[in-house]
C-alpha cells in the first residue's frame, strides 16, 4: 500500500509489525535512503545487506533470509539497493509465505508505474511503498534544520541555506555534514551546540576542495604512481586527512546512484548526458570511468570504510597521514584489480 505522506514519519519511527516490505523509490534516490535509515532505526535492527543479484538468481533466497534467526540474537533488517523488478518474484514469495523474523527494505530509483515491483508494493497490505521527489529549496531547508536537530545542533536561516548549497539537494551528504559539524563541536540531543560558521568555514564541503578532491580521484581511479606522489607532497603533520576523507565521500555520494543506473541497464553514456550541467565537464571522462571500474556494491564498502575513517580521526588521537594514505592505497589497489 502506499504510504500516506501525513503517516509517513509515525510508520517509520514506529513501524508496524505487519508489514514485511517496504519499497522506497522515486527520482531522489538520496531521501529515499535517508527514510529507510529512518526506518532502521525505528526498527532497532541492524542491516544486513543481500545482493540484488543474489535475490535475482534464487527466487528463495529473500524469504530464506527474512525467516531466518539472527545468529547473534539481535534484530536485523534485509536492504536491497538497487532495487528493480528483477527481485518482484522474490518479494512476491516474501509477501504470501508464513510471518517472517526480520523485515524487508529495499530502495530503488524511479520506477515505472507499470513496474512490477511498485505494483506488487502498492496493493499487498503487508507492504509500504513510498516515492520521493527532489525537494524544493526551502523544503530541503526545513529537513537539514531537522536533520541538525536530531544531531544536537541549532542552525541559524542563513546557515541552513548554505548547507543546503553545498549539498546540491542530496540529503545523504547534508546529514552527513551535520554529523560532521555535531562531533567536531560535541554536541547531542542532550547537549545541543550552536553551529557557528567559523565551523562551516573549517569542515564545511563547500570549501575550497579541488584539490582535495584530487586525492580520492586518483585512488578511485587506480591510478597508484600520481597518489602516492601527491601524498609524498603532503606537508608532515598537517590536518588535510578529514577534507580529504570528506571531499572523496562527496564523489562517492555522486558515485552511487548513478552507478546503480548503470546496472539497471542504462549506458553510461546516457547516464551522463542527463546530468546535464549538474556535472562540471572537467569531471566528465573521470566519472566515465569511475563508473565502469566500480559496482555498486564496492561503492557502498568503500563509502563504508572512508565514512569509519573519519570517525576514528575525529574521536581518538591517530596517525591521520597514515591512516588516509593508507586507505586511499587500498582503494587504488582495488580500482585496479
Known sequence: MKAIKANLAKALDRPDPAIRFYLFYGPDESSSRALAG???KGLSAE????????????PAVLADEAGAISLFGGKRAIWIEPAGDEIADSVATLLD?????????????????????????????????????????????????????QQGLRVSPDLSRRIASAAAGNQAIA????????????????????????????????????????????????????????????????????PVLRALQRRLLMLAPLRARVERGEQVDAVL???????????????????????????????????????????????????LGETLVTLARAAGR
Open 175 to 242: 546529514a552527513q555534514e551535520l554529523a560532521k559539524f555535531a562531533i567536531y563541536l560535541g554536541a547531542d540531543t542532550a547537549h545541543p551546540r550552536e553551529l557557528d560558521a567559523e565551523t562551516v568555514d573549517l569542515l564545511g564541503a563547500d570549501s575550497a576542495e579541488a584539490d582535495l578532491m584530487r586525492l580520492g580521484d586518483l585512488a578511485l581511479a587506480g591510478r597508484m604512481g600520481a597518489l602516492l606522489e601527491e601524498l609524498g607532497r603532503l606537508p608532515h603533520g598537517g590536518t588535510e586527512a578529514v
Open 273 to 323: 548526458t542527463s546530468l546535464g550541467k549538474a556535472l562540471f565537464w572537467k569531471d566528465k571522462e573521470l566519472v566515465q570511468r569511475l563508473l565502469s571500474v566500480w559496482p555498486a556494491e564496492r561503492l557502498a564498502e568503500a563509502a563504508s570504510r572512508v565514512s569509519a575513517l573519519e570517525r576514528q580521526i575525529m574521536l581518538r588521537p591517530l596517525d591521520d597521514q597514515a591512516a
Open 47 to 58: 542491516k544486513f545487506l543481500l545482493l540484488t543479484q543474489s535475490v535475482k538468481s534464487d
Open 97 to 149: 509465505g508464513p510471518a517472517n523474523e526480520s523485515p524487508v527494505i529495499a530502495v530503488a530509483g524511479a520506477l515505472r508505474k507499470t513496474s512490477a515491483l511498485l505494483k506488487l508494493a502498492e496493493a499487498h497490505p503487508a507492504a509500504l511503498s513510498h516515492i520521493s521527489y527532489a525537494p524544493e529549496a526551502r523544503d530541503f531547508e526545513r529537513i537539514i534544520a531537522n536533520i541538525a536537530n
Open 38 to 40: 529512518q526506518l532502521l
